[in-house]
């Protein structure tokens, strides 16, 4: 196994050195690259790595889903849906408690909507778990706005009373 895992962060590093060839970074960003149930694993393949979890409200996702046709989600049935997702989310709470303590300090959690409605605070935890400077700022924090929080006009009195009562815990607007 400590073979494996060694040759693997090898067999990573060359792979994503290759891609980047001349260019000089420091840090590298794999968007969505971990399982939400299972990311303890990313700490035996990279260095230094840090993770952000980033959550979002159930309406917002379940509005989005509903929009582009997911199929891989049950976003034809809110019953469904909302049972499947609170399933999910007590499981992730589980597998969060479990996380060992060495790993803890390198994980950092963000609620998108919080992202969004505090743009420059987020953005500044973001950046000093990180340990890094701004170096642009050509993010349009007024168009992501727009679309998290979609779901307030697009889903039906009744969708967002059904969602509200059945996982609450789990909003964030």
Not at 65 to 70: E, F, G, I, V
Not at 92 to 106: E, L, Q
Not at 110 to 135: A, C, G
Request: proline residues 2%; without cysteine; aromatic residues 16%.
């Amino acid at each position: 196994e400590d073979i494996f895992f060694k040759q693997s962060k090898i067999y990573l590093n060359k792979i994503i050195r290759y891609q980047l060839e001349n260019k000089k970074l420091d840090n590298i960003v794999l968007d969505q690259a971990l399982n939400m149930l299972n990311f303890n694993n990313i700490f035996s393949y990279f260095d230094n790595v840090k993770v952000i979890l980033v959550t979002r409200d159930p309406r917002g996702i379940y509005n989005s889903m509903k929009t582009r046709q997911s199929l891989a989600y049950p976003n034809y049935n809110l019953k469904i849906w909302s049972e499947w997702y609170d399933q999910i989310m007590q499981q992730f709470n589980n597998y969060k408690r479990k996380i060992p303590k060495k790993y803890k300090k390198h994980i950092l959690e963000i609620k998108f909507e919080d992202f969004v409605r505090n743009y420059e605070r987020e953005q500044k935890r973001i950046l000093n778990f990180l340990n890094i400077s701004k170096i642009n700022n050509n993010f349009d924090i007024k168009k992501t706005e727009f679309n998290v929080f979609k779901a307030r006009k697009e889903l039906s009195n009744f969708e967002k009373n059904y969602i509200k009562k059945k996982l609450l815990k789990y909003l964030q607007w």
